[in-house]
């Protein structure tokens, strides 16, 4: 077993595992795998190409960061419980059991050596989603409580307190009071103000609680834009948090209590469209999968604050001068905004008109590297020494840009990128989208 999964009881509490909690894992396993998953689960002809596709085996050249060996892992389970073959003569087919063995193999893989980027699924050559098969398997682990430590405490704070970061009321009502100020200072308007549970108005925006915690600036940054846009807005002072780290431990039942509080707060504040942060899990959580998790479609629209300022530029509801931001920019694609999540070209649009000097950084778009944050890698800190080592991958392709500043429109993204640039001496700025915004606009008022 790894060292890493040694740390806090892990190896503990696998091999004090019941054989009730075996059955309730394999339950849950069985009970989440539909029939699509079944056939990919046997599709798999072990030609190797994903090697390519995933930057943790391209730093490590480590057999079990391979996809195909993670998937083979999920597919040795299935075997065993579902094919007459596998339960006959498993060493004919790969097949093996749901053991303390397996599951410490599982857990060292696919939660401690993948980020569910979906790169892998995207250039298979079968088109087998290998990253919602893995996530099948870490629902699996949940079930028995066997998300690593770290990860589940970001969940069970967020479930617990409202926001992953666990902030107080008050104090997120204090930064709000502070930042009214400063908004005020910036636009040179003392009627400008950030406003806190307004009914019906355009756009409920929700934010990474991150933002309020450690970079408040970029919560100024998108005040700003609404109020050169004019806009009818207002935060919540109670669920505002855009993050659901359940879409990564694998536990759906707390992913929906996460997601639910967003659709609350769109019906208590009658708001007509609900407007995610920069926060690509968020994104994707509550865009495309909160809906399934929910059992049930929203009522009403939910879209990222990039088709927002997007549309603003087009509307000519706000003026950018893109001589203010001279420095070359380059733009690092979060995969659940942009692979899983379909916010592709909003972002260039935006860039292209905020700032002189904008260059790719190259693969991009659908096929651009994960950073390494994603997946939630960043909580796991038993897993942080491969987190930054598979990071390499997206350091090289900063470095090539000779860009000055990175743009990511994603928090999580934005914390992996800056310990890249400490670890890999890069020498850039990490900015987000509406801070470049921000930077260029012209207030007419």
Request: glycine share 6%.
């Amino acid at each position: 077993m790894s060292e890493d999964i040694r740390k806090d009881s892990y190896e503990e509490r696998i091999s004090s595992l019941t054989s009730a909690e075996f059955a309730k894992a394999l339950q849950t396993f069985c009970d989440k795998i539909e029939f699509g998953d079944a056939a990919q689960l046997n599709s798999c002809v072990h030609c190797g190409l994903c090697a390519d596709t995933c930057h943790y085996y391209l730093a490590s050249s480590e057999l079990e960061a391979l996809p195909a060996y993670k998937l083979n892992l999920v597919s040795a389970v299935f075997k065993n419980q579902h094919t007459r073959l596998g339960k006959i003569a498993p060493a004919l087919t790969g097949a093996e059991a749901l053991d303390a063995d397996m599951i410490s193999r599982w857990v060292d893989s696919l939660y401690g050596r993948c980020s569910l980027c979906g790169r892998c699924a995207l250039n298979c050559t079968l088109g087998i989603n290998i990253s919602r098969l893995i996530r099948l398997a870490r629902t699996t682990l949940a079930s028995v409580d066997l998300v690593p430590s770290e990860l589940q405490s970001t969940v069970s704070t967020a479930v617990d307190k409202g926001n992953n970061m666990g902030i107080p009321r008050q104090e997120w009502l204090d930064t709000l009071q502070w930042l009214d100020e400063e908004l005020q200072q910036e636009v040179s308007d003392p009627s400008a103000h950030l406003p806190i549970d307004q009914s019906h108005t355009r756009l409920f925006y929700t934010v990474n609680p991150r933002e309020p915690k450690f970079f408040p600036l970029s919560l100024l940054a998108t005040a700003k834009i609404f109020y050169a846009a004019g806009e009818s807005w207002t935060f919540s002072s109670d669920y505002y948090d855009v993050t659901n780290y359940g879409l990564f431990s694998g536990d759906d039942q707390a992913s929906g209590v996460i997601s639910a509080r967003l659709r609350d707060s769109m019906h208590k504040l009658h708001a007509n469209t609900l407007v995610l942060g920069e926060c690509g899990h968020g994104y994707n959580a509550n865009r495309w999968e909160a809906p399934e998790w929910l059992a049930g479609a929203y009522g009403f629209e939910a879209k990222s604050i990039l088709e927002i300022i997007a549309d603003y530029i087009r509307q000519g509801r706000i003026k950018l001068d893109p001589s203010r931001n001279q420095k070359r920019v380059t733009l690092h694609d979060p995969c659940n905004l942009v692979r899983l999540g379909g916010i592709i070209e909003e972002q260039r649009f935006i860039l292209k008109r905020a700032v002189s000097d904008f260059v790719e950084m190259y693969p991009n778009r659908e096929q651009n590297f994960c950073c390494g944050g994603g997946g939630g890698q960043l909580s796991m800190t038993r897993f942080a020494k491969r987190r930054i080592e598979a990071g390499r991958i997206k350091a090289d392709q900063i470095r090539a840009t000779g860009a000055k500043i990175v743009v990511a429109p994603c928090h999580n993204c934005i914390d992996q990128l800056m310990e890249l640039n400490k670890e890999y001496k890069l020498g850039v700025e990490i900015k987000t989208v509406s801070e470049m915004v921000a930077d260029a606009l012209i207030i007419e008022r």
